[in-house]
């Protein structure tokens, strides 16, 4: 895209919608033409629109006009701050009574060169290294995996040679002769001259001027013919497409159409994907084991043998009748797909996984930059954010009517800035004490939801047990509505939370930017982590915790009992309640619709300003965030969760992909060296995923119990007994007046009945008290958890430890190219000082022989002046 002129590429668009005077909310003029050209660069002026006729109407401004004229004088404002920081600027006729308008920006050379020298943007120079794969059997190797991977590959020119690098050094001014300057109008890329440009406008930006939008140019159509090949267009057909969701990413293509922050998202996203399919095979491997083993488990075989007649009390008051243990036997033997010796394998896995997951992204961090050019880049000094700015002013302004008001009372200045400063100090502590208590009470009113679930799951179970027709199946009926509330809770809150982080935020009044998205990112997540985790939380470790015994049961509202547990424990229904989290729920964008009255050849930035407006990575990076946590949390109650993830991923990367290139607009170029607080964020769930596994295994599953049975309490070694050993008896005549089953259909006389629990018996001095084998389960809970936790951690630093954060192929090349480095700089520097003395020397030697010829041509000239005189004398003494 060019100017008007052809020469002048548009490296940046300004757009804004504008209204004339006196013009009302209609659409304009239903035929559309080009503008003719209005402004063209730096005062220069184009073709003069035809007025005639408008200029000389009068027309009484309304309200709405002196808005439009304030937005007109401060867009003027703007452009001409836009020109003399050396921009050129060209625009269109304003021909309609009210629509878009867009101003097209061009950085010409001289304001490129400053702002690269400014900004220290390393560029290519003209020495060219090759660089080494290692060893011969690493090299071999490598060979290999390429001609392998060879399908794999997208078809982009980034991928045919990678065997040589350029030498990069920030550029300046001064040393223009060590760049390969082929061609000034391509020397910069696009995204770099639109990278400048951006900083151009950030440094004059005003609060309110008109409704701006600043629009970096997608590189033409992502469709068409393929003889006209541009980077958007390969992106769409090697990147962008559900049909290619084979093949690896084009990274470096990514970065260099979208920027550095963007490609390190996705090849982020990349690495983690790859990273769940190792996991999911191991996952999958542990749930065939579960299906394998589940005819060899015998406490599930205990508890479907009718033979075994384990009588059981009711599970409600009045309207529930005692039950046989062997109806619960689909349950039993389906918690032995997820509860079995093999997810104590999978959980020290995965906490493994997760470490060497962030230490190959590190690793694949660092090579990135070393082949992007961002190892030893600043960071770029940040302007401060208007609404900052805005905040300090009014202060300012305040602080001065009252500088005024005290001098009247003979008061000293110095005592006045000191007031200022506590001032300013004390109004953004209370900005962020305001913006922590609310943040707290979101926090609260989150948990008050989730009691809110557990007081339905509480009443409903009540109410169903109520009709014989829907009694049989209310574990299950509860369990699933209960599911569908919680993801549909968890919807809208994410909304929600998502408005109220960005709110609490602003109130804050952060300083840069950087410091904005930090706190904006982190509020954000801890929102959402506990609006996706708490539902989570309660079926793993509190449910069925604190429901009392027959006899003493705990009551909610004055006769609603806590809910238990499934006989055969939370954890079935903890893993359906983790189903459907590793799915995302993503709405695909919409792209705008253009303007009806365009013509039927519109420009690019026509075209680009119908496009959805891009709005961070945020929302992108969360979404993977949250389902990190699902797949390492809580993996030891839920050994699929990395194959669902990795099933969602596939098609993540491809939708997002979409989204980039045809559906939003192009996003500005930010330089970056890594992903910022997001890997903080995941190392933290990390480390967090071992405690939350250890306390799984130990509370949530039987794994703790029936090891402590096995080896303590078992005759024979087995886990023969082991359902007996866990139920305790109860009395039933002990039970409180109006709980007893009424007209109870069982089909002999119950005087004992069994409840899931480690108590003494009726018939013991101490009766239901906790017994002996309690606190020995409890103890050995504990140790397991202890140790668990040590010993993961011990093997994930252990992991950090041998795997090296910088490949040392890369550290090598880094020395290397600082070596090239410096001698490219001497050999430059010397040629450059030989050209100086040659040029020196043929200036001198000019000089001398200019010298010799201006003193041999005196010499002759006054050889023949002293002839002249000597004949003159002669013929005067002959007269």
């Known amino acids: 895209m060019h100017f008007h002129d052809n020469r002048r590429k ?25 503008a003719p050209l209005a402004v063209i660069s730096n005062g220069e002026m184009g073709k003069e629109p035809n007025a005639a006729g408008q200029g ?104 045919s040679n990678n065997k040589m690098k350029n030498l990069s050094y920030p550029f300046s001014r001064e040393k223009l002769y060590l760049y390969n300057i082929q061609d000034k109008d391509t020397f910069f890329d696009n995204a770099t001259r639109s990278r400048i440009v951006s900083k151009q406008k950030c440094g004059w930006q005003m609060n309110g001027v008109g409704g701006e939008l600043f629009l970096p140019l997608h590189q033409g159509e992502y469709e068409g013919p393929e003889d006209d090949m541009n980077d958007r267009k390969l992106l769409y057909h090697e990147w962008a497409r559900y049909g290619v ?98 997810t104590v394998f999978f959980s020290v896995f995965m906490a493994l996984w997760a470490t060497m997951f962030l230490e190959n992204w590190k690793r694949l961090q660092m090579r990135l930059g070393y082949f992007w050019d961002l190892t030893g880049i600043e960071e770029e000094e940040e302007h401060s954010r208007p609404e900052y700015e805005t905040k300090v002013r009014e202060k300012i302004l305040k602080e001065n009517k009252s500088l005024v008001q005290k001098m009247e009372t003979d008061k000293t200045e110095s005592d006045d800035e000191v007031s200022f400063l506590d001032s300013l100090v004390i109004i953004f502590s209370f900005s962020l004490l305001f913006a922590s208590i609310l943040f707290k009470i979101f926090i609260a009113l989150t948990f008050s939801i989730v009691f809110g679930v557990i007081v339905y799951r509480i009443t409903t179970a009540a109410a169903l047990s109520l009709n014989k027709a829907t009694r049989s199946n209310v574990r299950a009926t509860v369990t699933a509505t209960a599911v569908i509330i919680n993801l549909v809770v968890i919807l809208i809150l994410d909304e929600i939370y998502g408005a109220v982080a960005k709110w609490l935020t602003k109130i ?125 949390l809580f993996v030891a109650s839920f050994p699929l969760a990395p194959v669902f993830a990795l099933l969602n991923n596939v098609i993540e990367v491809r939708l997002d992909a979409k989204k980039f290139v045809t559906e939003v607009r192009r996003p500005d170029a930010v330089r970056t060296k890594d992903i910022g607080i997001w890997f903080d964020i995941l190392s933290g769930i990390g480390k967090f995923s071992v405690i939350i596994n250890a306390f799984v295994i130990a509370v949530t599953s039987d794994f703790i119990p029936r090891l402590v049975y096995q080896y303590s309490y078992s005759h024979n070694g087995t886990l023969h007994g082991f359902i007996n050993h866990t139920l305790s008896y109860f009395n039933v005549s002990q039970l409180k007046e109006g709980t007893q089953p009424e007209n109870s259909h069982f089909d002999q006389e119950v005087l004992f009945c069994r409840f899931k629990d480690y108590r003494e018996p009726p018939w013991a001095p101490n009766q239901y008290e906790f017994s002996k084998q309690y606190w020995s389960v409890l103890s050995a809970r504990l ?52 050209l100086m003395d040659s040029a020196q020397r043929s200036q001198s030697g000019g000089e001398e022989r200019s010298r010799k010829s201006r003193a041999a041509s005196f010499r002759q000239s006054s050889r023949s002046q002293r002839g002249s005189y000597a004949s003159s004398s002669s013929q005067h003494t002959d007269v």
């Open 10 to 34: 548009v490296d940046y668009v300004l757009a804004y919608h504008y209204r004339k005077r006196g013009a009302h909310g209609g659409h304009g003029s239903p035929s559309h033409q080009r």
């Open 56 to 159: 000389d109407m009068m027309i009484e401004m309304g309200p709405l006009d002196a808005l439009e004229e304030e937005r007109k004088e401060q867009r003027e404002e703007f452009e001409r701050n836009l020109m003399e920081a050396g921009l050129e600027l060209e625009k269109d006729l304003e021909n309609k009574s009210q629509g878009s308008s867009f101003v097209r920006i061009h950085a010409p050379w001289q304001v490129l060169t400053r702002e690269a020298e400014f900004l220290k943007i390393k560029v290519p120079t003209k020495k060219m290294y090759e660089i080494k794969s290692g060893g011969t059997i690493a090299k071999k190797f490598n060979e290999f995996l390429q001609k392998m991977s060879y399908p794999l590959q997208p078809r982009v020119p980034e991928h």
């Open 245 to 342: 969701f084979y093949k690896f990413q084009p990274i470096d293509l990514i970065r260099k159409y979208f920027g550095e922050k963007i490609g390190l998202y996705f090849a982020w996203l990349g690495l983690y994907t790859s990273f769940l399919i190792p996991s999911s095979i191991i996952g999958v491997i542990v749930f065939l084991y579960g299906c394998a083993t589940i005819e060899d488990d015998i406490p599930s075989k205990e508890m479907c043998d009718q033979q075994n007649a384990f009588t059981m009390c009711p599970l409600c008051d009045k309207s529930c009748d005692y039950w046989n243990l062997s109806t619960a036997c689909g349950t039993a033997r389906a918690s032995h797909l997820f509860d079995n010796p093999a």
């Open 508 to 632: 804050e009044v952060p300083k840069t930017e950087q410091t904005f998205e930090e706190r904006l990112i982190l509020k954000a997540f801890l929102l959402k982590f506990v609006n996706a985790y708490s539902p989570i939380f309660y079926v793993a470790f509190f449910k069925g915790r604190f429901v009392g015994r027959p006899g003493n049961y705990v009551y909610v509202f004055d006769g609603y009992r806590m809910e238990e547990c499934a006989p055969g424990g939370c954890l079935m229904e903890l893993c359906i309640q983790l189903i459907p989290q590793p799915f995302q729920l993503k709405d695909e964008t919409e792209p705008g619709e253009t303007d009806s009255t365009q013509s039927k050849h519109p420009e690019q930035w026509d075209l680009d300003y119908s496009l959805e407006p891009y709005t961070g990575l945020t929302p992108e990076y969360m979404e993977m965030i949250i389902q990190f946590g699902f797949v390492t």
């Open 783 to 834: 140790a397991f958890v202890i140790i668990f936790q040590n010993l993961v951690m011990f093997l994930s630093v252990l992991v950090d430890w041998m795997i090296p954060d910088i490949p040392k192929d890369i550290s090598d090349q880094i020395k290397k190219e600082k070596s090239l480095l410096v001698d490219f700089f001497l050999k430059e520097e010397h040629e450059k000082l030989k």
